[in-house]
């Protein structure tokens, strides 16, 4: 596996489902690779067994073995096994099945051009209140400064936020203008951001480090510098950080 994965240059996985899907990935490579090769064999063999020097004359009645007939089934029942045996059980376990969100840190995600903000409720464990008419390139995520349940709200514009390792993560994707793709690359986490939509994904990092978020969909003319960073630490070190972060004024980014 380690092999396949450098030869599709993967990035090193840093979540809980991260090899499954890579192990999925690579049977798909493997099976499309073997069909290009046996397709591309049996071309140039039918090209030059029937070449016009030893068959002057057509055969008009063609191939008389059944072996292209078992080929395709074998290749079909293949696929289907793909589909039934990997990629479905995967889904289900992986990516339909949620945390409960009081076992999860729980970010909302907003994508903006060309930046990447993180919302989180604070250690009251309440949102503040949001609305769409707070809503600003300051304020992204439509915070009521009016509202006491916002005080102690996080929010990181455009800069660095931390994520404890070892814990489910619950990240609540939207979009402030146009449509945007939240992807975490070493997560193996890709989920469109949509504006007026808030559609949830999860995943748990299994690695300390700094990690990239990428913008997966074209979404103007700065989208390849879209970039985001988070930074996956030890349990003590995003108690401290969080504590600092709502300390400082909570709700950041609204004055
Ligand atoms: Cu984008």
């Given at each position: 596996m380690?092999?396949?994965s ?20 690579i049977?798909?490579?493997l ?5 290009f090769?046996?397709?591309?064999a ?7 067994k029937?070449?016009r ?13 059944h ?17 039934l045996g990997?990629?479905v059980?995967l ?21 903006q ?5 993180a ?5 009251d ?14 304020n ?10 916002a005080?102690?709200d ?5 800069e660095?936020?931390l994520?404890?390792v070892?814990?489910?993560v ?26 007026g939509?808030s559609?949830?994904?999860h ?35 995003f ?7 709502a ?6 980014g609204?004055?």
């Open positions: 380690e092999f396949f450098k030869l599709l240059f993967l990035h090193e996985v840093a979540s809980s489902h991260g090899k499954g899907l890579d192990e999925l990935l049977y798909v490579h099976l499309m690779a073997s069909l090769v046996g397709w591309l049996f071309f140039v063999i039918a090209v030059f029937h070449r020097s030893v068959n002057p004359k057509a055969d008009y009645v063609g191939a008389r073995s072996f292209s007939t078992y080929a395709e089934i074998g290749v079909a029942a293949i696929e289907g096994l793909l589909l990997f990629a059980p889904w289900a376990k992986s990516v339909d099945k949620f945390p409960e969100e009081k076992d999860a840190t729980v970010i909302q995600i907003m994508g051009q060309f930046a990447w903000n919302h989180y409720a604070g250690p464990g309440k949102w503040g209140k949001q609305d769409v008419k707070f809503a600003s390139s300051t992204p995520f439509g915070l009521d400064s009016g509202d006491a349940g005080k102690d996080i929010t990181c514009l455009r660095k936020f994520i404890p070892g814990k489910e619950i990240c609540k994707i939207s979009s402030m203008d146009v449509i945007h793709c939240f992807k975490l690359p070493r997560m193996r986490v890709t989920q469109d951001a949509i504006p939509m559609i949830p994904v995943f748990k990092p299994t690695k300390v480090g700094d990690y990239t978020i990428t913008c997966a969909q074209l979404c103007g003319n700065l989208h390849s510098t879209m970039r985001g960073e988070f930074k996956v630490v030890e349990q003590a070190e108690d401290k950080w969080f504590a600092e972060k300390k400082a004024g909570g709700g950041g609204f004055e």
